[in-house]
């Protein structure tokens, strides 16, 4: 899918910011809301607001979890790269915490390695359902990217020839 919006638009990025913050719990609703207010201007309805929210709240509150195993301190930095292609908003997460030994494994729905925190292994599935397409690199002892995009507005995915 990513292919795909790279050959819309002409590959062109039309906007793009990237910002790094410390890992800290209380830099999830920043991050959130930096992308909401990057993704403003192309007018998206609440739901698609929302579900860009709550996507990028997952990502984040994992990368505080477990890539830095809820550390919560100034030295573990957090990477968002946000891009748009047109009406194409592309999203980067990354963190250089400890890393995905089973990628696979962990974004099945229902799994988490943290069950006594009560956690209910479901984030990796909100990303997938809302946003168009999710793609996970990790490497232990590394870190962990998380890509996602989705499509703002009703227009049809297909570029129209001028
Ligand atoms: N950035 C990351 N670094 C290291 N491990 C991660 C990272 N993101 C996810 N994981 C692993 O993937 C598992 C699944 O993540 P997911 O977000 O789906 O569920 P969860 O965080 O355990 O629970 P929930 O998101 O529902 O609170 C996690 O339990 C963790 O083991
Ligand atoms: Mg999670």
Redesign the pocket.
């Known amino acids: 899918m990513i292919e795909v919006v790279e050959k819309r638009n002409n590959n062109k990025v039309t906007n793009r910011i990237h910002l790094e913050f410390a890992a800290l719990s209380d830099n999830e609703s920043f991050a959130r809301m930096a992308v909401a207010a990057f993704i403003t201007p192309l007018n998206p309805t609440l739901e698609e607001m929302s579900d860009v929210k709550t996507a990028i709240s ?2 984040v ?3 505080v ?3 830095y195993e809820s550390r919560n301190s100034m030295e573990d930095r957090i990477y968002m790269d946000c891009m748009l292609r047109g009406d194409v908003l592309e999203v980067e997460i990354g ?1 250089r ?4 030994e089973d990628v696979g494994m ?2 099945e ?1 229902l ?4 069950p006594e925190q009560d ?8 990303m997938e359902a809302f946003m168009d397409d999710l793609e996970v690199e ?1 490497e232990v002892g590394c ?2 990217v ?1 890509r996602m995009c989705k499509k703002i507005g009703t227009s049809s995915w297909i570029a129209i020839e001028e």
Not at 111 to 114: G, H, I, L, Q, V
Not at 119 to 126: I, L, N, P, T, V
Request: aromatic share 10%; net charge neutral; no cysteine.
């Open positions: 997952e990502a509150t994992n990368a979890l477990h890539g963190d915490g400890i890393g995905i962990a974004m729905p799994y988490t390695s943290k956690r209910s292994g479901m984030g990796f599935a909100f990790s870190g962990t998380v």
